[in-house]
């Protein structure tokens, strides 16, 4: 069975343009997750979707970002416009649901802003 | 306001060199304590689940251990195969999970 997967792995923007990344879950998995990882930090939330609701996006600076997950599967998250400080790991996460259960992750998209 | 932390930073080990990882918590209503690896380049992968107080859980070379306060990855024998970041992350009442800063292992040959 497949993982997350996201695309792209790899983008290099200047700042003041957009971008937007994508993911596709664990089929079946409810929850999905957005997370942000810089350099030797671990992992912090932007957003959280159960089906296609946000139900925690107090994280998400949304000023610039935006989410949307159409349907309860895919997701995409935006940026616009992107600043240098947004340069970084973004992770795409998905787990069963509403619970104890684990979270799997995608390879995460590095996002470098010059 | 929930807090992971982890120790030490960095650890550096020579191969088959036994040692352990901590990851301190504090956080309301504990839905699991979670222990992933990251290598480099790559998300994070899943390895254990736990849920209370003396609870331990084995792979390979991994044993996880959870207290109330804090969990220990112990690595026994470690190979050079086993260096990676190691990530332990908290699921508290609002369902979010909050990681910790990692442990980075390098274990030499």
């Known amino acids: 069975e497949a993982g997350v997967v996201q695309s792209p792995r790899y983008k290099i923007i200047e700042k003041k343009q957009p971008v937007a990344f994508w993911c596709n879950p664990i089929s079946g998995h409810n929850t999905l997750y957005w997370y942000l990882q810089n350099l030797g930090q671990g992992p912090e939330l932007l957003i959280r979707y159960e089906n296609e609701e946000a139900v925690d996006d107090s994280q998400l600076p949304k000023d610039r970002f935006s989410a949307e997950r159409l349907k309860g599967v895919d997701s995409t998250l935006k940026i616009q416009p992107a600043e240098l400080g947004d340069s970084a790991v973004y992770l795409c996460?998905?787990?069963?649901?509403?619970?104890?259960?684990?979270?799997?992750f995608g390879q995460g998209t590095r996002l470098t802003v010059v | 306001e929930d807090q992971v932390t982890q120790s030490p930073e960095a650890l550096r080990l020579q191969e088959g060199e036994s040692s352990s990882l901590n990851c301190s918590y504090t956080?309301?209503?504990?839905?699991?304590l979670f222990w992933y690896r990251q290598d480099p380049g790559k998300g994070p992968e899943f390895l254990f689940t736990?849920?209370?107080a003396g609870e331990e859980k084995e792979k390979e070379r991994l044993k996880a251990t959870l207290t109330k306060k804090e969990s220990f990855l112990h690595i026994t024998a470690p190979k050079p195969e086993d260096s990676a970041t190691y990530l332990c992350a908290v699921r508290e009442d609002g369902q979010n999970f909050v990681f910790g800063p990692g442990t980075r292992l390098s274990v030499l040959p």
């Open positions: 956080v309301s209503g504990l839905r699991g």
């Open positions: 736990l849920y209370s």
């Open positions: 996460a998905s787990s069963l649901g509403a619970g104890n259960t684990e979270a799997f």
